[in-house]
């Protein structure tokens, strides 16, 4: 290997994400449905790159397959130049739904990713944890179940807890759009402020068009079904951005107008994979 | 869904009930409508466990059948435990097994007693089959029945934080499933607890069924209805007051209990 070590490298000289040629088939009875068609893309560290589409385009399925849940039919996904096969820590996901454990606590939860990294330091993990609520306001609530949060607050404790193991990748599905205006604006501040403090590499997935210019450096913009690559729309404001902004909603205005196109195929394609 | 109902006069109604239910008793027995040779009256049933109880004869054979139970019920949960993960796994285990569970299920706990008397004899060991095999099935299909309702999220979840394939059956897959199995548990008491009553009427000399079947021999009907309302106190005891409060405790942490009111 020519770089082991991706931090002593220059940042941006090699992507730390490669998707190519990528394709997903699913099969459906006799058929099989193409959700994702031939996708090339580079990805550097420290990007914070957001994938637009029409819903229901297979956006979420190129995120399942770079965390290593999903196996492409076609093509790969390289990690700092190794293909990825499964799940792995460095890659984490926030799922659509907050998807935290109701068996555990909140802390528990936000601790679950250290456990097997840091097998004999639970003093470690639990400071871990402790200073991961702390960043995300909820140290208040470190004992609490989970039922007891807040919508927003379970978002901000799956947050925590894809953050804890200190992933390269984060993985962002959708996770906001079940939230209302005030607290959606809450969290993509948060995100934002993580993003600026931390320097990870974030691949988010929407079909929010203020959601992708307020946070994202670079936007791709899908087909709908299957999803191929349409174009990209680099987004230069500084951070942090209000998605009030109107800097931000022109951006916003830009996607849309790359998107119109495709949402009028996606109405003869209601029902379409998820 | 029970409910708690403790406002006002609520409280008082289960206790005027079972009042109510005694009175009747009693007073079927004092105008003769059933003659008191035939069927005992509540006091006679009280009079004839003071008796049992100070003789000490009574709390032996509750010890023992409780003690049977214990041992009994815990190699039942090991078991129904362990198929139950391995049928909640993997899709040919679940299909093959489920069906021979479900028809075991439908066999009545005393079905299992001939078989292990011809197996085990008159030992204790016959006992503890007729409870293994009475409860099992249960907890079994329970486990497994949980596992498969796992939301599939959770698993993907603990994948990708890293959950190597060992851990993944105690730190995940049963404690998602816990709520379904824990439900399963309590039903495999009391059927193992039918079981163990029905195997003890034709194989001991102490228990809560050599009780009965003794109030039997010696034509003793008091006996027999105490030691059916003794058996029915203590399943009950330890059905709601054991497991019904480890499972409200869990619906408790798990936010179940609003969510269904």
Not at chain 1, 19 to 34: I, T, Y
Not at chain 2, 142 to 165: H, M, N, V, W
Not at chain 2, 181 to 190: D, N, Y
């Amino acid at each position: 290997m020519e770089a082991p070590n991706p931090e002593s490298s220059d940042s941006g000289a090699a992507p730390i994400l490669r998707l190519e040629n990528l394709s997903k088939d699913f099969a459906s009875g006799k058929e099989r449905l193409k959700a994702v068609e031939n996708i090339s893309l580079d990805i550097n560290k420290g990007e914070f790159v957001v994938f637009v589409g029409p819903s229901g385009c297979g956006k979420s399925s190129i995120l399942n397959m770079i965390a290593g849940l999903d196996q492409p039919s076609e093509g790969q996904i390289l990690v700092d130049g190794k293909p990825v096969r499964r799940p792995h820590p460095d890659r984490l996901m926030m799922f659509q739904e907050h998807a935290l454990f109701p068996w555990l606590n909140v802390i528990q939860n936000v601790a679950y990713g250290l456990r097997w990294k840091y097998r004999f330091k639970p003093r470690f993990r639990r400071n871990r944890a402790r200073e991961l609520l702390k960043m995300i306001h909820l140290e208040e609530f470190e004992k609490s179940r989970i039922h007891q949060l807040s919508g927003g607050m379970k978002q901000r404790a799956a947050l925590a807890r894809a953050l804890a193991p200190d992933p390269t990748i984060l993985l962002i599905d959708e996770p906001f759009p079940a939230l209302d205006a005030m607290t959606r604006q809450k969290l993509y501040s948060d995100l934002q402020e993580i993003f600026s403090a931390t320097h990870k590499t974030i691949v988010s997935v929407t079909h929010d068009t203020r959601e992708a210019a307020c946070l994202g450096d670079r936007i791709i913009i899908f087909t709908a079904r299957p999803a191929r690559f349409k174009s990209e729309i680099l987004i230069d404001l500084p951070r942090p951005r209000d998605p009030n902004d109107p800097r931000v909603a022109e951006f916003a205005q830009k996607i849309m107008g790359e998107l119109e196109g495709e949402l009028d195929n996606e109405k003869d394609r209601l029902n379409g994979l998820r | 869904m029970r409910k708690t109902a403790s406002t006002g006069y609520a409280k008082y109604y289960v206790p005027a009930f079972y009042l109510l239910l005694f009175t009747i008793w009693q007073l079927i027995i004092i105008f003769h409508i059933v003659p008191d040779y035939l069927f005992p009256s509540p006091f006679q049933v009280a009079r004839r466990l003071w008796e049992l109880g100070s003789e000490g004869r009574l709390w032996p054979s509750i010890q023992a059948t409780l003690v049977r139970m214990s041992i009994g019920y815990s190699i039942a949960l090991a078991l129904g435990l362990t198929i139950g993960l391995v049928m909640g796994l993997s899709t040919i285990a679940n299909k093959c097994m489920k069906s021979l569970f479900l028809g075991l299920q439908t066999l009545p706990t005393a079905a299992w007693v001939p078989i292990s008397l011809l197996l085990f004899g008159l030992s204790d060991h016959g006992i503890y089959f007729v409870i293994i095999m009475s409860a099992m099935p249960a907890v079994a299909i329970a486990t497994s029945d949980g596992i498969l309702q796992i939301p599939p999220i959770y698993l993907r979840a603990a994948r990708t934080l890293g959950t190597p394939s060992y851990a993944m059956p105690f730190r995940v897959v049963f404690p998602a499933a816990l709520p379904t199995i824990v439900t399963g548990i309590k039903l495999g008491w009391t059927l193992g607890w039918h079981g163990a009553v029905s195997a003890e009427l034709i194989k001991s000399s102490v228990g809560l069924g050599y009780l009965l079947l003794l109030g039997r021999e010696l034509n003793d009907a008091a006996q027999v209805v105490g030691i059916m309302i003794i058996t029915i106190l203590f399943g009950l005891l330890l059905d709601r007051f054991l497991f019904g409060l480890i499972e409200l405790g869990l619906r408790r942490r798990w936010g179940l209990v609003q969510a269904e009111q």
